[in-house]
């Protein structure tokens, strides 16, 4: 298994590292490209990575990695979440989720992993979404999305109230994103990058490992056509300076 991330920009009061991209989707719901056609791993991708957008947006609110006031409540899975009203931000979320989503469609991405660090550039927590897919998927129904909306509700839902289990991080602290996948998927991307400008590296021993760190689960989901496991990775000691 290989850990990729990617370089560029730096972002306001903390930098945004490294992330990955997703096509925008429409907001109001997961229902709409889903009603008319059969399951398969690209919906699933659509479905999946429309949840890691806004449960990216609900870590950096609620781990206050970003200023509250750059956040407004909205609704999704009937639910209030906090999504960030900062295009820069948006759209490198948006960026990020874009390059996860060919790997998701082809079964190559195991994890995606929402990096907190702090300002000596050393993890503090890690947000790990492990994720599987059955081998085929031959199913059509509504009423397994209705249940599928329901799974990612409550993992939002736990992500909301993570801080109470969760110690206190130090100001000035930015995020990255990582994803671990097959090797195979590694040569593939390293003979064709995604997108052009938009490069992949193997992520540096830093970013990947913590030092003895606690492991906090927060949620499990198990449907047909997804499992997903989310806990998190926080570092025993945080710096408060």
């Known amino acids: 298994m290989a850990t990729l991330t990617r370089q560029d920009l730096n972002f306001g009061q ?32 659509d479905i999946l990575c429309e949840f890691l957008e806004v449960a990216i947006h609900m870590i950096l609110y609620v781990r206050e990695v970003y200023p509250s006031g750059i956040f407004q409540k909205r609704k999704k899975y009937n639910v209030p979440v906090q999504m960030s009203c900062h295009p820069e931000l948006n759209r ?16 190559e991405a195991e994890k995606v992993v929402v990096v907190i660090i702090d300002k000596e550039h050393h ?12 081998p085929l998927l031959s199913i059509s129904s509504d009423t397994l999305l209705s249940h599928v909306e ?25 995020f990255t994103v990582l994803v671990h996948t097959r090797e ?12 052009k400008d938009f490069p992949w590296i193997v992520a540096d021993e830093q970013e990947v490992h913590m030092e003895e760190p606690k492991l ?5 989901m198990t449907s047909d056509i997804l499992k997903m496991q989310l806990y ?10």
Not at 184 to 195: F, P
Not at 232 to 241: D, F, L, M, N, T
Request: aromatic share 6%; charged share 25%.
């Open 184 to 195: 195979a998927a590694t040569r593939n991307m390293e003979k064709v990058q995604v997108i």
């Open 14 to 45: 903390g930098k945004l590292c490294f992330t990955l991209r997703m096509l925008p989707i429409a907001r109001n719901s997961v229902e709409n490209p889903i009603r008319k056609k059969r399951w398969s791993f690209a919906v699933v991708a």
């Open 216 to 220: 906090i689960p927060l949620k499990t």
């Open 150 to 174: 329901q799974l990612l509700r409550a993992v939002i839902l736990k992500i909301s109230v993570c801080d109470a289990v969760l110690d206190n991080n130090p100001p000035g602290c930015t």
């Open 123 to 134: 993890p503090v927590e890690r947000f790990v979404f492990e994720i599987s897919q059955p």
């Open 92 to 107: 490198y979320i948006q960026d990020t989720l874009h390059c996860v989503k060919p790997l998701i469609e082809k079964n």
């Open 232 to 241: 998190v990775e926080e570092k025993g000691r945080k710096s408060c300076g």
